[in-house]
């Protein structure tokens, strides 16, 4: 088996909460203590709502965030603390793919502008005539028209605004993409199109992606693997068919329960598992397990300890009940 | 065109031929190419007041250049066999106490009054920017002790500052275009800080983080570019506060020297003559209000035309 | 006779770059108690429709053609001489006979405002014979209704001290508070999470047997109205391309946009994984938009006449409708 191309291990970012002078400093633990790895070629789905920590554990990964503890390794480097030549290397093969196709792209640059802003910042060809042409051809790449290079962004409808978004992400020939995202914002008929549109670059380029939705319906379609999270913690990790037809953890079961299904004759018989209560503080989360407060086979010992990922054939689970 | 607008046609069979791909426009454009100047013209443009406005300022910078150079009297050429004629076609404002020409005067005030607007305006743009931009950007620390100074300053009247300088340095036009920047550089800085801070967590620029641009690179053609909106329309707003307070001191007779004059100073010359010959004040606070509400209206239709909120 | 029916409905927007002409000859039906699903992705004109109907668009726009019925009442503003005399008859109707739901919950309360007092005012209005204590009285039991644990104390909080799914919930109750015969629902669950999506509908599921309100649900999630909607209209380009139940437009869609976008969606229930087919092209920008079906440009059967003129409505069954040539005589055979 081949090494992976990211790995994570015991992740944690904290953010400090501005407190009053007189109040105790306190910390949103927005991700606390993630480990897992992604294979060279793979897609890796990571689901949760919102609040649940996967935005920002994509935005460590292309150091947005500086993690307060744990390690990134990119092929096989910790990539935590490295500067300068190291780091513009890491840029090159690390990119990210925005959600919001309104705001991910500068309103006062050019299709052109933005698209070539990666080569101008390394580098990469001599000449502006080289560097134009390849924003042509990465144009046609993601099915725009290469003369739509003079126009400003606020022309364009969102999918094809998200498109810009990939041919800048494709530029650097990056090898891993986070894509944070990268559907929510769009039109139904228009995500099945940047969906393909990943999958057929995913084939032709040999890039793994770290796909972070909400929307599970697609997350299924498009992973291999898919990663559960509840409040800054991994609860499940495995095989996306196995997740979805047998999820184990009882937060991922009731996560999939929710799940609109479109089809009306299984939708009106479909059971749902409705959770209690509403989703904790990330500034005070529960003792032990976190989803203890609202799951519904929680036992004393749940409050006491924090379960740790045990093996459940090829998946792993963060539960008492499969220990 | 036209043939959109056929509603009665024929069904015939090769009506329903297939539709060949490139027949299709399935990308459309619906919108004209056009950049955010333009667009903001168009807007600026449907507002009234501010096109009066902007006509009205371009008019009084013409002739406060033109009108000295080719009127055959000077600012400071006395003829006392005709003091406080009134208006003539010799003398289309009439004459000062002096006998010297008010229109000459007053266009040569303009001049002063204008270039200390302009000058502070440009002065504060500059300095407010990169100070506004540096501590708004690098945020923290750094951002703390760069505002607490301005809030320092702040805490000055502004009035005493340029009564300071000018008293420090004499009354000149240098010393009163400091004066005025010294305060409302802080206004500028305060705005841009703001826009930087909100546009730097903007996934935009976090695109640009993640591309591996620089520092610099992020906040001259990402964060101040989008900031620009804001920018002018508070450089249009600081040219009238710059003008008032120049008439201001002018009035108060710490501004620009004898024979020179701005329309403070000459506001300031006729102002007891007001019962006796009232013109002499007329003109010069005509001049002062009418620019300063051009500016207004300006600043306003600016700010309804670079917002993009408002589109 | 139908709760609500719209009749020819065209609705402009006048903008500095041209005419929107974002609602173009709309009908629809609503009958009573029934549970209306309008679908359309951003764009169509499904909230602009909605919004001609409780009269609440924005100062550029204008309805310039259509019947609105409202319980026997033409309710357009071309039925008034008067836009006063519209106004005033609007805010009778808005909050008595119809309520509607937003999607972003912060919109509509008022956040300086205890819930109470935001949900005792429509109670008031409605029974002006009622008391305060009684209207608290109805408002508590309202709130428990929609299914907000310990309403006697949370009554007495501010919308900020609830969570997303919570205002949600309190918009709901403001929405029952005075029994509308018609309560528009526009995205109201596009803002929640996937868990706390399932609540909702499930109370909306639960609501609808236990009040006699007929219900409009806007959305662009297929998912959403498969499980709560009796009847479905999609809508695309300002227009309405198809209607039918909601087993008719899931099991036999006749629209080759419908089907389009049943083909685009994945189903988490099946096994396979299929390769999904996305529709090509962006949606159309009903800025100066064309003569002709809105879709030609995206469809894969278009033909030469797609692009002059707009087809009518043929009709399946008494509730099945689809306007599309490729259903006309003269297109046997093609786009199969």
Redesign the interface.
């Known amino acids: 088996m081949s090494n992976p191309i990211l790995k994570v291990t015991d992740l944690k970012v904290h953010f400090p909460v501005a407190g009053g002078v007189f109040s105790k400093k306190q910390v949103v633990k927005a991700v606390d203590g993630l480990n897992f790895e992604i294979m060279p070629g793979e897609t890796f789905g990571l689901v949760g709502?919102?609040g649940c920590g996967k935005s920002t554990t994509g935005?460590a990964i292309?150091?947005?965030y500086n993690p307060t503890e744990g390690k990134v390794e990119f092929n096989g480097e910790d990539i935590t603390k490295i500067k300068g030549k190291e780091?513009?290397q890491f840029?090159?093969n690390v990119?990210?793919i925005?959600?919001?196709p309104y705001?991910?792209?500068?309103?006062?640059?050019t299709v052109g502008e933005i698209i070539r802003?990666?080569m101008d910042?390394?580098n990469i060809y001599s000449t502006k005539k080289e560097r134009e042409n390849r924003v042509r051809e990465l144009l046609e790449i993601v099915?725009?028209?290469p003369d739509?290079i003079?126009?400003?962004p606020?022309?364009?409808?969102?999918?094809?605004r998200q498109r810009i978004?990939i041919a800048?992400t494709l530029a650097?020939n990056p090898k891993f993409i986070v894509c944070d995202e990268p559907i929510s914002a769009l039109?139904?008929?228009?995500?099945?199109?940047v969906?393909?549109l990943l999958e057929n670059i995913q084939k032709k380029m040999d890039i793994s992606y770290l796909f972070i939705a909400?929307d599970?319906?697609?997350v299924?379609?498009i992973s291999d693997r898919i990663g559960v999270m509840y409040l800054g913690n991994m609860v499940e990790i495995g095989e996306a068919?196995d997740v979805?037809?047998s999820p184990l953890h009882p937060y991922t079961q009731?996560?999939?329960?929710?799940?609109?299904?479109?089809?009306?004759?299984?939708?009106?018989q479909?059971k749902?598992i409705?959770?209690e209560g509403?989703?904790p503080s990330p500034i005070d989360p529960p003792s032990g397990c976190v989803f203890r407060t609202r799951c519904p086979n929680a036992t004393e010992r749940c409050a006491k300890e924090k379960p740790k990922a045990v093996k459940v054939g090829n998946r792993s689970v963060a539960c008492f009940l499969y220990e | 065109m036209e043939e959109n607008k056929v509603s009665d046609i024929t069904l015939s069979p090769e009506l329903f031929e297939k539709l060949d791909d490139s027949e299709k426009n399935a990308e459309k454009i619906a919108y004209e190419s056009s950049t955010y100047l333009q667009d903001a013209w168009k807007r600026f443009k449907q507002n009234k007041l501010a096109l009066i406005g902007l006509i009205f300022l371009l008019i009084m910078l013409v002739l406060s250049i033109i009108v000295p150079i080719i009127s055959p009297y000077t600012y400071d050429g006395q003829d006392l066999t005709l003091q406080h004629a009134g208006s003539s076609l010799q003398h289309l404002m009439g004459t000062d106490k002096f006998g010297r020409d008010m229109l000459v005067r007053i266009m040569c005030g303009g001049r002063i009054s204008l270039a200390v607007g302009f000058a502070a305006a440009a002065i504060s743009l500059v300095v407010g920017v990169v100070y506004g931009a540096i501590s708004g950007y690098l945020g923290g620390k750094v951002d703390m002790v760069m505002m607490r100074i301005v809030d320092a300053m702040y805490s000055i009247p502004d009035m005493l500052y340029v009564i300071m300088v000018v008293v420090a340095m004499g009354a000149n036009f240098v010393s009163i275009m400091i004066g005025v920047c010294l305060t409302f550089w802080m206004d500028m800085a305060r705005q841009v800080r703001t826009q930087v801070m909100t546009l730097k967590e903007q996934e935009f620029s976090l695109a640009a983080f993640v591309l591996g641009a620089g520092k610099s690179r992020i906040l001259f053609k990402h964060l101040i570019i989008n900031s620009m909106g804001p920018i002018i329309v508070t450089v249009t707003m600081i040219v009238p506060r710059a003008i008032f307070y120049e008439a201001f001191l002018s009035f108060l007779g710490i501004g620009i020297a004898a024979p020179q004059a701005s329309w403070g100073t000459l506001a300031n010359d006729a102002k007891g003559l007001v019962s006796t010959y009232p013109m002499e004040v007329i003109w010069p606070v005509l001049a002062i209000c009418l620019t300063m509400l051009s500016l207004n209206f300006i600043g306003d239709g600016l700010g309804d035309a670079l917002d993009p909120k408002k589109k | 006779m139908s709760m609500l029916e719209i009749k020819n409905l065209s609705t402009e927007f006048t903008t500095d770059n041209g005419i929107v002409r974002a609602v173009r000859d709309v009908s629809l039906h609503l009958e009573k108690g029934e549970v209306l699903g309008i679908v359309g992705e951003s764009g169509s004109g499904k909230s602009q429709t909605m919004f001609s109907t409780m009269g609440l668009l924005s100062a550029n726009g204008k309805v310039v053609n259509g019947e609105i019925w409202l319980n026997g009442k033409n309710i357009s503003p071309l039925a008034f001489k008067d836009p006063r005399e519209y106004e005033k008859t609007m805010d009778s109707i808005r909050g008595n006979d119809m309520a509607m739901i937003f999607q972003d919950p912060m919109t509509f309360l008022n956040p300086v405002l205890r819930i109470e007092t935001q949900l005792i005012e429509p109670i008031l209005n409605h029974h002006p014979d009622m008391d305060k204590k009684e209207a608290i009285a109805k408002a508590i039991e309202l709130m428990r209704k929609v299914g907000i644990p310990s309403p006697e104390n949370r009554i007495r909080q501010y919308p900020f001290q609830f969570s997303g799914g919570m205002r949600q919930r309190i918009i709901i109750a403001i929405a029952l508070a005075c029994d509308p015969k018609v309560i528009i629902a526009d995205e109201p669950t596009t803002a929640l999470d996937v868990t706390i999506q399932a609540q909702v509908l499930e109370l909306i599921n639960n609501l609808k047997d236990e009040i006699d309100s007929s219900i409009i649900m806007i959305t662009h999630d297929l998912g959403v109205v498969a499980s709560i909607c009796d009847r479905i209209a999609i809508m695309y380009g300002g227009k309405i391309v198809e209607t039918g139940t909601t087993d008719e437009i899931f099991y036999e869609p006749k629209h080759p946009y419908t089907k389009g976008l049943l083909s685009c969606i994945s189903n988490p229930e099946e096994t396979e994984r299929k390769e999904l087919h996305p529709i090509p092209g962006s949606p159309p920008d009903l800025l100066n938009i064309e003569e002709g079906c809105p879709f030609a440009d995206r469809c894969e059967n278009a033909m030469k006449v797609c692009k002059l003129k707009m087809p009518e409505c043929t009709t399946f069954s008494d509730t099945h409708g689809c306007s599309c040539w490729l259903q006309h005589p003269m297109a046997k055979g093609k786009g199969e």
């Open positions: 709502e919102s935005r292309v150091k947005i780091l513009s840029r090159k990119q990210m925005f959600q919001d705001a991910s792209l500068n309103p006062r640059m802003e990666p910042i390394h099915g725009l028209k739509h003079r126009r400003y606020h022309e364009f409808s969102g999918g094809q978004g800048r650097l039109d139904v008929s228009i995500q099945a199109q969906i393909n909400h599970l319906s697609m299924k379609h068919d979805y037809n009731a996560l999939l329960s929710a799940v609109p299904i479109p089809d009306p004759k299984v939708a009106r479909k749902r409705v959770l509403e989703l």
